[in-house]
């Protein structure tokens, strides 16, 4: 198990961003200038490298970043050894927005879209990413959703289900990438998230839903989005899930989690 630090939010460096576990090792390539999409391909490659590094030697990583678009260089660098994963995808919001759709410009609330083959020509075609197919493609929660992905999600064949309605015998087949943005946790259990939006699961409840996804023995890289101020003790707060994904990781991949207790 390898545990990957990317201490970014988007193309800005956050040198001050705490986490919720150790790291190994740091991504934080020397950025070219231009404009935010290439700088982030240029980040993203980086992080592909590593990742298809670890996992290559047979590591399952954990990789902690300021954001979620960070999963475009996870998932591309598990491309890149011949895995092709499906995507569990924890998260307050929907992160389906398009540059068309968008009111804010936010670029951090595009990468779900961006995964699922949307203009690869922004991104995903310099990393190499392949699409990933909708239909394995699973939003937990998002019950903060903008209008356009509303309507896009009646369209689609993305699930959206809530937090406690994980089911390890639906998800879908195959390798998954589990992606966490911790302000899919209540943020009147986790202070400092940078977009909170109230009313969703306690964290208890968000880490017994995680377990049932790695219970799978299916989860061939975990993304932590560590979406918060620094310093005003979410990291604190979720070290204890983090732990544990840590050590799960660090288990034989393969098998339910039943099989190996046996």
């Known amino acids: ?16 961003l705490d986490v919720p576990g150790p790291t190994d090792t740091t991504v934080m390539p020397a950025l070219p200038d231009g404009d935010p999409w290439r700088r982030m391909g240029w980040l993203y490659g980086a992080v592909a490298a590593t990742v298809a590094s670890a996992a290559t030697a047979g590591s399952r990583p954990l990789v902690c970043s300021g954001d979620c678009t960070t999963a475009l260089g996870v998932v591309a660098g598990l491309q890149r050894t011949g895995s092709d994963p499906a995507v569990v995808w924890f998260d307050a919001h929907g992160d389906l927005q398009t540059p068309e759709t968008t009111t804010s410009g ?40 903008d209008p356009p992905e509303v309507d896009y999600l009646r369209q689609s064949p993305i699930r959206r289900i809530p937090v406690d309605g994980i089911d390890p015998a639906g998800l879908p087949d195959g390798p998954i990438y589990l992606h966490l943005d911790a302000d899919v946790v209540d943020p009147v259990e986790l202070p400092g998230l940078w977009f909170p939006a109230p009313g969703g699961p306690q964290l208890d409840m968000v880490a017994a839903a995680v377990h049932q996804v790695l219970d799978t023995g299916r989860v061939v890289a975990v993304g932590i989005a560590c979406t918060w101020d620094p310093n005003h003790g979410a990291a604190a707060r979720l070290g204890p899930l983090a732990k544990e994904i840590i050590h799960r990781l660090g288990q034989p991949a393969g098998r339910p989690a039943s099989c190996r207790r046996r």
């Open 1 to 16: 198990m390898t545990s990957i630090l990317v201490p970014y939010h988007l193309d800005e460096y956050l040198p001050e």
């Open 106 to 145: 936010y670029l951090g609330g595009m990468p779900l879209r961006l995964l699922a083959g949307y203009r690869p020509e922004l991104i995903a075609a310099g990393l190499g990413l392949s699409p990933v197919a909708e239909e394995r493609i699973v939003l937990v929660d998002g019950r903060d959703l």
